[in-house]
Each structure stands twice: as C-alpha cells, then as structure tokens.
C-alpha cells in the first residue's frame, strides 16, 4: 500500500519498504546544478578533497545568468564552464535553456528515479514519477562527492483533479487554486496529483503540477507514470526500457495518504494570483482593471512551446496595448526553434512582443526584463514574492499564458476568456 513517492525513496535506499518520517540515506541518480548553484562547487570540492562521484550522472546547465549581462555574471558563467571542465562533469548544456525544462527535452529523467537538484522547482521532474527534491548548494556539492543524501520520507498529500477545462484554463490555474486551498505551509510533505483531468494531461501540463508543489512549500510534486510519460520519452529518443516496471511506481490503489483533496476542473475560472505570494489568487475577474506595465511570458513554467501557443491564440491578429511591454522568453531554444517553425514566434512579434533570451531571466530577478520601483507586471512565472522580479516596490501578478496575453493585449487585466471567444467566431 505504499504511495509513489514512498515506493521511489525506497527503492534508492536499498530497502523493501519506507514510512512517513523514517530518517534514511538515499542514492542518487541523477544530480544537476544549475549556474546558481554549481558555481559554488569547486569551493566545496576543495576544501573536501574530493572529486564527482560519477560524472556521467551529473548534469550542469547554464540558465541563470544567461546570457552575461555584466562583468560579475561573465566571471559566473567563465567558473562554471572551467569547472564542468576541470571536474569531468558527464553532461553539460551552455546556454540552450532552463534546466528543468532541457532536462527532460533529452530523455534524463525516468519514472523511479531519485533526483537532486540545485534550485527550489526541481519538483518539475516528478511530472515523470521521479523523487525530484531541490538542495542548497553545500548538499548539492556533497552530493556530487558522494553520490548519496539523507531525508526524511515525506507525508503524501493527494490531489484528484477531475473533469475537463474550459476554455481559457490551465494546469497554471489548477496550481493557483491549490495555492489558495493548501497553502504555503506543506514542508515534509509530497503532493500527488491524479484523476482524469491528470490523466488527460501531457506531459508539459504534469510539468507545471509538478513544478509548483514548491509553491505549496512542499518537498516534491508528482504524476504516476503511464502511456503519456511513455509516449513522450518515446517521442524524445529516450524510450523506456521496461515499461511494466516504469508504470509499477504509481500509487498503490489502497496507498495511505496524509489526506485527499478533489478539484473540479470544469467550475475553474481562470485565477490570477495577487503581490505579493501565489496563494492570494482568485478568480482573474477579481482583478479586472488593474492597470499594468509588463507582461512577462517566462521561466520554466510558463515559456514551453505550448505556453507560447496559449498566448498566441489570444493575440493573433491583435497589437499589445499602447504603454504596455510584453516580453517573450521561451524556455528553451528547442522551444523557440518550434515556435520559429510553426508560425507561434511570428504572431506574437507581431502584437509587438519583445523576444528576449532562453533562460531563468526576469523571472529570477536576473538579466533583462527587471522592474523598476512601482511598476506592474502580470506574468506566467511561478511566484510573486516582493522583489522577485527587480524592485521591491515593484508588483508582481500571476497567471496562465492566456491570462497574460490578454492583460498585455487590454493594457490591463482582464479575464481571457473573452478574447478566445472573440478569436473562435
């Protein structure tokens, strides 16, 4: 009767079976740093003495401070690349993306696999019914060195998600409500998400359920593994090997959860999350007329090339309102080579959209797009806390590629829906 996550941790720790708040030492299958982290590695490494316990199971990414905007972040990037040198790490991607996005675009992450990472939304792998928990980067570089972590096997809260969206509605909206039910407050805890609303999902959906369970403040965020997971690895040249054993770290049906929680995703209405944290959502009519300066369509979250899609079907044949900025940064260049490809990149420069690099960016206060002092900004990003994007003074709203588009298009916020009827007939 073990649930996932359980089934994942004990598997990585060599035992039959694991409960709630057993404290244990688990190995690691795959470990990845992005720039932010993993610039501080080689500090630790040496005054360990040690070396990567194995370098082909160890990823590094630029992502963060990409591209150099200043002397400090060029010397940042210059470590990281003379590390991932000197270090023989196994596998490295400059400047092709967000981690938690080119992670998966390459097939590294599989159902059952206990994964470290070096930045609070590595949750987004568990989409795949991996154990993905982020670290600081001292655990990091330990886990680097060894290969091995301790935990405390977290309580599994559940989520059934059950029905069809409306028009206009998304995994981001999904995550929005939840923030507001479940809190902030979710530390020790894993949250899984199932029903036929999950079940109907692709993969970059799963993602975004996944990816905000740090939202929730819990330690991960997971989807069981089915044909979808399969079809998409498939998909990226990266099949599973056994797919019985892969779908066989779902849930038991008769697994004990810390408690159970249902959402009816046909009564949800797009949500927008207020400054200065995403559990102060509510519906985006709630805040219709909040007057804005930036749109910002980014992070690993909310820049995947289905995300660009949503804010394409708002905007084709419509021009950003006059004063307003909507920037574009897609999350990976495989995200901005299909955009490219398939007309999306073209309408969105059209409405007088910005194209900005593939990176963490603005949504981490970092490189182009930044607020200044009393500015507004809707975006797709995953949080809003004071001062994330720029300035503290700065707001910060959340919402879904649609809800973004659609303020960016009214010079304000609005309810999306509108727009998309609009567009339909």
């Known amino acids: 009767m073990p649930t996932l996550v359980e089934k994942v941790i004990a ?3 060599g ?3 694991v409960v709630p708040g057993q404290l244990l030492t688990a190995k690691v299958d795959l470990a990845f740093a992005p720039d932010s982290s993993g610039r501080r590695w080689r500090m630790y490494m040496e005054a360990m003495g040690a070396r990567l316990w194995d370098p082909s199971k160890v990823v590094f990414i630029t992502d963060h401070y990409t591209p150099a905007v200043d002397l400090s972040t060029a010397a940042i990037l210059q470590s990281v690349r003379a590390f991932v040198k000197d270090y023989g790490v196994g596998t490295f991607f400059d400047m092709v993306g967000i981690s938690h996005l080119v992670l998966p675009e390459h097939g590294l ?3 059952g696999a206990f994964i470290a990472g070096g930045d609070s939304h590595t949750p987004m792998a568990g989409a795949f019914g991996a154990y993905a928990a982020g670290y600081g980067a001292t655990d990091m570089a330990v886990i680097g060195a060894t290969g091995e ?3 405390s096997v977290p309580e599994t809260i559940r989520v059934d998600i059950t029905g069809a969206f409306g ?3 998304t995994a981001k909206d999904v995550m ?7 809190g902030m407050d979710n530390a020790f805890r894993a949250v899984e998400y199932g029903g036929d609303t999950v079940d109907a999902m692709g993969m970059p959906e799963r993602m975004v359920l996944s990816n905000m369970a740090a939202e929730l403040g819990a330690e991960t965020g997971v989807c069981a593994p089915d044909r979808v997971t399969a079809d998409y690895l498939a998909a990226v040249g990266k099949p599973l090997e056994d797919e019985a054993a892969a779908f066989a770290f779902a849930s038991d049906a008769d697994a004990q959860y810390l408690s159970r929680h249902h959402l009816d995703a046909a009564a949800l209405e797009p949500q927008v999350a207020a400054p200065h944290t995403p559990e102060n959502s509510g519906p985006a009519g709630d805040y219709s007329g909040v007057k804005i300066d930036q749109a910002y369509i980014g992070a690993c979250v909310g820049a995947k090339i289905e995300d660009l899609r949503m804010a394409a079907a708002v905007l084709e044949g419509r021009r950003i309102a006059s004063g307003v900025r909507l920037l574009i940064a897609p999350a990976s260049q495989k995200t901005l080579q299909e955009a490219t490809a398939d007309g999306t990149l073209g309408i969105l420069l059209a409405s007088g959209a910005t194209l900005l690099a593939s990176g963490c960016g603005a ?4 490189g182009a797009g930044i607020l200044a002092e009393g500015e507004v900004c809707i975006s797709s990003t995953n949080r809003n806390f004071k001062g994330r994007m720029g300035h503290s003074e700065a707001d910060v709203y959340l919402g879904s590629p649609y ?3 659609a303020a960016a298009a009214a010079g304000s916020i609005v309810d999306p829906r509108a727009m998309l009827a609009e567009r339909i007939r």
């Not at 949504?363 to 970092?366: N, R, T």
């Open 167 to 169: 028009p206009g509605v």
């Open 15 to 17: 035992l039959d079976r």
């Open 149 to 151: 972590t301790w935990l």
């Open 176 to 182: 929005l409500a939840l923030a507001r039910r479940l």
């Open 403 to 405: 809800t973004v588009a």
């Open 11 to 13: 598997k990585a720790a």
């Open 109 to 111: 992450i599989r159902p």
């Open 363 to 366: 949504c981490a206060g970092m």
